[in-house]
């Protein structure tokens, strides 16, 4: 046994590597040199966020390259590969390589603030060390801002960023305290507010953040318990609401949300038992709905909402097959299609959507190669286009 083991040993010299990475990606593409040995049949990736002890593994089959996904932005993972035979004896393991992906910045972060006349943008990220940062287009020039930190803790997650009655930007962080937090330009100034926990939990993800008739913010996160809360102002305080869980199973991932002809609110979840649901406000009751699976898989990660040209709300799901799906109300009834994957590899995290000068739909996803895809209807039939590697 011990001459097969080093048989089938990688051969000196020989090690794992990177093929492709982002660290604004929840995946890593990773590569190694084949063993010499003929006798060996398949490759096992083990990992863990502690440099030399792998607590998750993945096996990779015959293939020289494989993918991990579901990885946590802000964690140190360490890797190594382990060469196997038939009879189930494996080798000593390959070099160890290490990688940290980091919070990317989301969609729903991104606004645009009409001020004096000009037309701003505004992106919201969170940064490595916690601080929550905009890059923005003051009209001339873009420029980084640093916004600091909530009170009493670090931001974690992406923002969910809206305006409000034309009177301020209001961006909502989760803290890694589990509370919720918001930056706010006020007309003069940017303050920080600590919205306070959920009822009986903590908040975690990120929030889904909305205006609704004009008349409040609309806050959404899912708490640790699997329940959906929303944090909300009614024109002249803040109050917290358990929106409790979706029908027969938790809430998992970060809120999409979206109001949809002025006549309610539509904030959706995957399910842990990987359905889609919503939790939508018809003008007098809330109400949950399950809106099943992505047609011969499940979902995965956070739906991406819009709505386009008043004729339908359409919400963007990755599956666990690494497709990208959409579920659509079409004016009468719901119905899912399947985008497919992007070109040459597979989606992966949440998309995030929106529509551009009312002419298209544009869902962009990472893929578990390192690049940003985009998904769009351009009027007359959807596409695909790799949008490349993020810097």
Known sequence: MADLLRYIAFAAGVGLFFASF????????LDWDPSPDPTVTGYKILYGDSSGSYSQSMDAGSSNSATVAGLTPGKTYF????????????????????????????LGSIISYLEAGQQLIYAFVTDANGHLDVYYWNGSAWQWSDQGVPPGTTASGSPGVITYLPG??????????????????????????????????????????????????YAFVTGANGHLDVNYWNGSAWQWADQGAPPGTTASGSPGVITYLATGIYAFVTGANGHLYVNYWNGSTWQWADQGVPPATTASGSPGIITYLEGGIYAFVTGAN????????????????????????????????????????????????GHLHVNYWGGSAWQWADQGLVP
């Open 22 to 29: 982002s660290t604004y990606a929840a995946t890593v593409t």
């Open 322 to 369: 690494g497709d990208l799906y959409v579920s659509y109300w079409n004016g009468s009834t719901w119905q899912w299609a399947d985008q497919g994957a992007p070109s040459a590899t597979k989606a992966s995290g949440s998309p995030g959507v929106i529509t551009y000068l009312a002419t298209g739909i544009y869902a962009f996803v990472t893929g578990a190669n």
């Open 79 to 106: 890797f190594v590969v382990i060469a196997y035979n038939a009879a189930g004896l494996q080798s000593s393991p390959s070099n160890q390589v290490s990688f940290q992906p980091t919070f990317a910045p989301a």
């Open 168 to 217: 301020g930007i209001y961006a909502f962080v989760t803290g890694a305290n589990g509370r919720l937090d918001v930056n706010y330009w006020n007309g003069s100034a940017w303050q920080w507010a600590d919205q306070g926990v959920p009822p009986g939990t903590t908040a975690s993800g990120s929030p889904g953040v909305i205006t609704y008739l004009a008349t409040g913010i």
